[in-house]
DNA sequence: CTGGATCCTAACTGATACTG
DNA sequence: CAGTATCAGTTAGGATCCAG
């Protein structure tokens, strides 16, 4: 209970105007690309280039049509893909970040980079000791 | 529907184990850090450095006890926040991020450099023309 | 191949009240 | 003050089927 060492930053305390636009702006991020696919298929998108409907379900393993149907619906409607019907036999679709999208990159990066560290640091303190909230 | 172009980075097309193991790290961090609070929350203590619970639900404006609570304790669990019980009167509770946590901020800095830009971003466009989803 | 229609469940969220 | 208990509503997400 005692080596845990705390942190403060305590960047823009001084300016509240600043940061309720900084909150506000990423209660927008976050209410846009939440979820468990958003993010997913947009790194798809970057690793892939242009993806047809079925590339995106076979990468975005366990996602159902419907749910990609939906996530790719509303990034669509956020300017962050595109959508392209192609004119071939069986109709193919199309679809491909906007230059918008690359704004995305940097929240994606810093994602990964968490993701990786957290998983080593995770590991060795359940290894050492279990979660909190475990019973008894 | 002609005028937006599309980009294509394939950055890691050519290491798929690269790309999976990325692809895990940021499903990790999208499972631990999803939600409408989490960010939040982080970013409150980021600001405002040790907070009770009080504060956060004042400063996390509409979350409710409940919500909040378990929030905290999720957060506790994965190491990104400390909870200590003061020796006071009526009983106080304070939360701190730990040093772990600072691997979240380069997240929320780029989640709130994306709100910020995608929201001027939408502005435009969306005065422009309705979104896609638009009945008629 | 694309993806909508329907049904369903678990999880999230909220309001209110209550306890140590 | 710091929560938990209870009740209730909403929704995200999944299973399955089927249509253009």
Known sequence: ???VETISL???EQDPALYNERMRAMKDAIELLSGKWKF???LNLYNYGTMR???LQETSTGITPKVLSKEL???EENLLITRTVNNTKPVTVSYA???HAIETQPVINALVEFGLKHRTKIKGNYLAQPPVGTPA
């Open 53 to 55: 409907f079925k590339d």
């Open 1 to 3: 209970m005692a080596a």
């Open 10 to 12: 305590a960047t823009c």
């Open 40 to 42: 997913c298929i947009l």
């Open 97 to 99: 970040l906007t230059p």
């Open 73 to 75: 619906q509303e990034l």
